[in-house]
């Protein structure tokens, strides 16, 4: 299980049992398991709220999709959906996370969402910075990826924030698509958690299942 701490958030893979329960109910306390505790004295365990409006609009839409994978390989290790938890209250603000394990070249690809209420506040900049990082610092990966909506700008700032080129296109049925890559040798101006990215219009990256 992977668990990664920002000043603001964390970030581990989102249980199961959370996404079948966010088919049937909305607004709801769920116990979300880390892989250290956060705090001294601390459980493993945190209660997360989720929201109704947690995953994100368009991560909602392929919910079941997820869920219907997750259920196949209920261990998947880091390479799959994750919940963006704010530490200060433990609510569930977004979903981050990789699309699939690493392919044969080494590309690993993300995706996020975020709550309508908590976009503009720099959440998706701030934890896309920190699970990059870590993708890049596995020795199976050579590069990351993500695409985004030519007319998303705000999710494409948050791409360029945490240093990631535009190298392509390509057209999909919503439009045509940015394509985004980052390497572990490049670099870029400003450390990605102090920039106040805003998250994306709806749900920020493209939210395909992984």
């Known amino acids: 299980m992977l668990t990664l701490e920002t000043d603001r958030l964390l970030f581990t893979p989102t249980p199961v049992s959370v996404l079948r329960e966010r088919l049937f109910r909305a607004d709801f306390v769920a116990a979300v398991p880390l892989d250290h505790a956060v705090d001294a004295g601390a459980s493993q365990h945190l209660a997360v709220r989720f929201p109704e409006e ?29 919940v963006m938890i704010r530490r200060e209250d433990r609510l569930a603000v977004g979903s981050m996370g990789f699309k699939s394990p690493p392919d044969p070249t080494g590309t690993v690809e993300i995706g ?7 976009r503009g506040l720099g959440y998706a900049t701030e934890m896309a910075g920190a699970l990059v990082a870590w993708g890049l610092a596995q020795p199976e990966v050579r590069r990351v990826v993500a695409e985004c909506l030519a007319t998303n700008r705000a999710s494409a700032r948050v791409l ?49 299942p992984g």
């Open 54 to 82: 947690w995953p994100g609009e368009d991560a909602l839409a392929v919910l079941p999709i997820w869920l219907a994978r997750r259920e196949r390989a209920p261990d998947p290790g880091p390479w799959c959906d994750g």
């Open 112 to 118: 996020y969402s975020v709550n309508r209420s908590q």
């Open 160 to 208: 360029e924030k945490v240093r990631f080129s535009q190298v392509g296109w390509r057209s999909s049925e919503d439009g045509d698509l940015m394509l985004w890559e980052r390497r572990p040798t490049d670099v870029g101006p400003g450390r990605p958690a102090e920039a106040e990215g805003a998250s994306p219009s709806p749900g920020g990256t493209r939210p395909t």
